[in-house]
């Protein structure tokens, strides 16, 4: 067995790096491929449209760990810049160049060729084993983690590659929520990379080791830091949305280096089951997408469910409940799915973490991290909720998906038309957590407090709180909304609202304030009994499993989490709801998007019709 590494020597379009696995006297072919034939970096297929490049154009073996090439095309292989003869075997080493085709000046796009060199190894080398099971692990340039690594590490390379990855995912958590890196992002993210002297993070983001054998060792350090920070951040919700959400960042940087034929291969490899749209299919709706299809760009058939973002955008067309989405966009796609996996596999770390507890390697990576990060103030600082919607839909959020102590404070500011400085700070906190901007914040605020105040009053007395609130004058510090712990260490005054009810409450008042929320005699006893004999955050999860109909997987630590958990619940029946209803009844977002022509077809189309023809 062998393993022969192709390199273009003068990168373009349709050449991808490839490893090829050589059994002993098996012939590989290389060459162009047909439309049916998939390219890979583990075949010797390109994907060229010229006809000068042969379907089988020559032949690459090994026989008794030697290698040789063998020309069987029309237009000519050549060696080192000699053109071979057909039908006879010539041997190559490591560092030959071998080009399929000849170069014409007088019709340079007639006649295309493929130029490479080759890296060669056989079972006797040295390196072999660390190649060979490098390619067998990692297929692609790009990792979605779905295979545990399974090498041997030293800790100290151990160590190394987790702070680094870390300290790149803290310089990705600087710039907000949002995947959709800007040039200027890209820009600065790289500049603190290398302020920081994480080489190697550059290097894997831009693709530009030295060798393979560096390569091999950027991805095992990328491989095993990932599943290393995911046991450091799998216990609690806060940690693993933090970790989620810089890792999905770090994924879109990663694609935005990679070539076309990189993409295609991560495409082809983890994704397929998804059909390609044809040139035919092109045609027939290029005229009537505005734009949105381009018959020379490849394209995907992507149902819409998974591509939420590019439908919000109003930048995708749809047919059939299936989005066409091109091979830039895919990424949209794999995030999705690396989004949908990594939680799955936080939760099976979580429950096996008691094995690994023990191990001082482990738990001093999991102290180092709790200790440098304010997982906190990271997650609850920013929003990406729509403020806007926000401001008008605050009543029925109010009662639907906020944690007791804060629909309290609404209840009392609506009732009261004021909340004294304890509350407000409390639940302005909160809210701006939630999404509300500064300016609906300010409008919020002076509805309620013009009922008993005049406009003028309120400027003077409490604009200056709520800019404080958020950061624009003052220390212009950037508050967090407060946790749990912190809100139950709040002992209020006479005619105060805020701090946790279920600590601060006796048994007659908390079952006064529980029934005017909704529950029965019956709910009420439950609530109050684990308020009495466990802890306050116990009591606010069983308030959740009872207004939701749903428990908690884990115990409520932030008023913030609550309101998360309420409007994933929420959103889900929602859409859960929708599924059972007809494509006549699809959101005007939906039906705006869908641009196809029906003037011919007058049909319903059900929503069975446009099911997912994949498996996810």
């Not at 008691?354 to 609850?380: A, C, G, M, P």
């Not at 300016?439 to 509805?447: C, I, K, N, Y």
């Amino acid at each position: 067995m062998a393993v022969a590494i192709l390199k273009c020597e003068d990168p373009s379009e349709y050449f991808l790096t490839k490893t090829l696995i050589l059994e002993d006297k098996i012939p590989q072919i290389l060459g162009r491929a047909l439309e049916t034939e998939n390219v890979s970096s583990f075949n010797g297929l390109f994907d060229v449209e010229s006809l000068e490049i042969c379907n089988q154009h020559c032949f690459l073996m090994c026989t008794n760990q030697k290698f040789f090439i063998e020309d069987t095309s029309i237009n000519g292989t050549y060696l080192n810049g000699h053109k071979i003869d057909k039908n006879i075997k010539y041997e190559v080493i490591s560092g030959d160049v071998i080009q399929l085709g000849c170069e014409s000046f007088s019709m340079p796009e007639k006649f295309k060729f493929i130029t490479f060199s080759v890296k060669l190894f056989t079972s006797e080398d040295a390196d072999f084993f660390k190649v060979f099971s490098h390619k067998k692990l990692y297929g692609t340039p790009l990792q979605l983690y779905r295979e545990t690594p399974n090498f041997e590490c030293s800790l100290s390379i151990l160590h190394k590659s987790v702070i680094n990855r870390f300290e790149a995912l803290r310089i990705l958590d600087e710039i907000g929520n949002t995947i959709l890196l800007t040039e200027k992002q890209i820009h600065w993210i790289l500049s603190k990379l290398r302020e920081k002297g994480l080489l190697d993070i550059i290097k894997l983001v831009l693709g530009t080791s030295n060798s393979y054998l560096e390569e091999s060792n950027l991805q095992n350090a990328d491989h095993i830091s990932h599943f290393v920070l995911s046991i450091a951040c799998c216990r609690n919700y806060v940690m693993k949305k933090w970790f989620l959400d810089q890792e999905k960042k770090l994924l879109f940087l990663r694609w935005k280096f990679l070539s076309k034929p990189e993409k295609n291969e991560i495409v082809s490899e983890f994704f397929s089951k998804l059909k390609e749209v044809t040139k035919h299919e092109k045609m027939e709706v290029s005229n009537t997408s505005n734009g949105l299809v381009v018959s020379s760009v490849k394209y995907y058939k992507v149902f819409f469910t998974n591509v939420s973002v590019l439908m919000a955008n109003r930048v995708i067309y749809m047919k059939d409940g299936n989005c066409y989405v091109s091979l830039d966009d895919m990424i949209h796609v794999i995030v999705s799915d690396f989004t949908k996996y990594l939680k799955f596999n936080l939760e099976i770390i979580k429950k096996n973490l008691h094995k690994v507890w023990n191990d001082e390697r482990i738990t001093s990576i999991v102290l180092y991290v709790e200790k440098e990060v304010q997982f906190e103030r990271f997650l609850f600082g920013r929003s990406n909720s729509n403020s806007s919607v926000l401001l008008k839909e605050i009543d029925s959020f109010a009662e639907q998906s906020f944690p007791l102590c804060m629909s309290e404070l609404h209840y009392h500011l609506k009732t009261k038309s004021h909340l004294k400085n304890g509350g407000r700070f409390q639940y302005g906190l909160f809210l701006k957590g939630i999404g509300l901007s500064l300016q609906d914040s300010l409008t919020f605020w002076r509805h309620y407090f013009t009922k008993k105040m005049s406009l003028i009053e309120f400027v003077k007395y409490y604009n200056y709180h709520i800019f404080h609130l958020y950061g624009v004058i003052g220390k212009k510090a950037d508050y967090p909304p407060q946790s749990c712990k912190k809100i139950m260490e709040a002992m209020p005054a006479f005619s105060e609202y805020h701090g946790c009810p279920f600590k601060i409450s006796d048994e007659e008042n908390i079952k006064f304030l529980l029934a005017r929320h909704g529950l029965n005699d019956e709910e009420v006893k439950c609530t109050v009994a684990i308020m009495k004999n466990e802890t306050p955050q116990l009591a606010c999860s069983k308030y959740f499993e009872i207004k939701h109909g749903s428990p908690l997987q884990e115990i409520v630590f932030h008023p913030n989490h609550y309101f998360d958990e309420s409007r994933t619940l929420v959103n889900s029946k929602i859409k859960n709801n929708q599924s059972q209803k007809k494509v006549s009844n699809f959101p005007k977002l939906a039906q705006d998007i869908c641009i196809q022509s029906c003037e011919n077809k007058k049909r319903r189309i059900t929503y069975q019709g446009c099911s997912s023809k994949y498996d996810w």
